[in-house]
């Protein structure tokens, strides 16, 4: 497809590797984006690596990444505790827990909800949902159904962030993909307009709807989490390809 954009932000996991194996190719993918003279982004809602972990595993796959180029939604999430002053209870994966120690309090404001795995029981998100009953926001690193590894389907976050919304009458903020404030985060570190901005991603809603709806042109991978409904369920504005590997051709 010909791509007619000044900037293109890679999902990880779905488009460039699936588990520990790359998409064959996609590595020569990146450096074609960058020998075109393309701003590069890798955008991310991964929230059980550190961000140091995804830049070695990205390196080991033989794709060239710098820190400053890659976004994920734990970032975003710290970001926006931040600015908006919240001691969060963290149900986070361990591996970025050390993202929000400083946000550490015994008297928590707001509910910080990630893909925690084990640590997502009825205790910890009963508690969570006290907090909510009781006024406290809740904060979502992402919203995603499902994600993909090597074998198989996998339950995602976003079955847990709806429970809590469901059960305490509220709506999350989704500081992630599909959330328009880091779409909108990411394009304004390219420098250019959202509408030169081309997302390729796995997922229907976190990246292709999420990307539209924040202005910028999408495009979906028939690699990773991708089902044959949906194309169904693909925006007209939205292109399909069968991997990433096609994106310039
Ligand atoms: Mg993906």
């Not at 001691?87 to 910080?112: G, K, M, T, W």
């Not at 991978?221 to 991997?243: C, M, N, Q, Y």
Request: include cysteine; hydrophobic fraction near 45%; proline fraction near 4%.
């Amino acid at each position: 497809m010909p791509v007619n954009a000044e900037a293109v932000l890679f999902d990880l996991s779905g488009v460039l590797y699936e588990g520990s194996q790359l998409v064959p190719d996609a590595n020569r993918v990146v450096d074609r984006a960058r020998s075109m003279g393309l701003i590069v982004r890798f955008v991310t809602n991964t929230a059980t690596k550190a961000r140091e972990d995804i830049l070695d595993k990205l390196g080991r796959l033989g794709i060239s990444a710098e820190p400053d180029e890659l976004y994920t939604a734990p970032t975003a999430a710290v970001d926006y505790l931040q600015a908006n002053r919240l001691r969060p209870y963290c149900l986070v994966h361990e591996a970025i827990e050390y993202e929000f120690r400083s946000f550490h309090s015994d008297s928590p404001n707001a509910v910080l909800l990630g893909d925690a795995r084990m640590k997502l029981h009825y205790d910890s998100l009963n508690r969570a949902f006290q907090l909510c009953m009781k006024g406290a926001p809740l904060i979502a690193i992402g919203k995603n159904r499902y994600f993909k590894t090597e074998e198989e389907l996998q339950l995602d976050a976003g079955a847990f962030v709806t429970a809590i919304e469901w059960a305490a009458g509220i709506e999350a903020v989704i500081v992630g993909k599909p959330g328009k404030p880091f779409f909108d985060a990411v394009v304004a570190s390219t420098g250019v307009d959202a509408g030169e901005c081309l997302m390729v991603g796995d997922d229907l809603e976190g990246d292709v709807i999420g990307a539209l709806d924040a202005g910028l042109q999408a495009t979906m991978v028939k690699t990773g989490k991708f089902r044959p409904e949906d194309e169904a369920k693909l925006p007209e504005t939205a292109t399909l390809i069968d991997s990433v590997v096609q994106l310039f051709d």
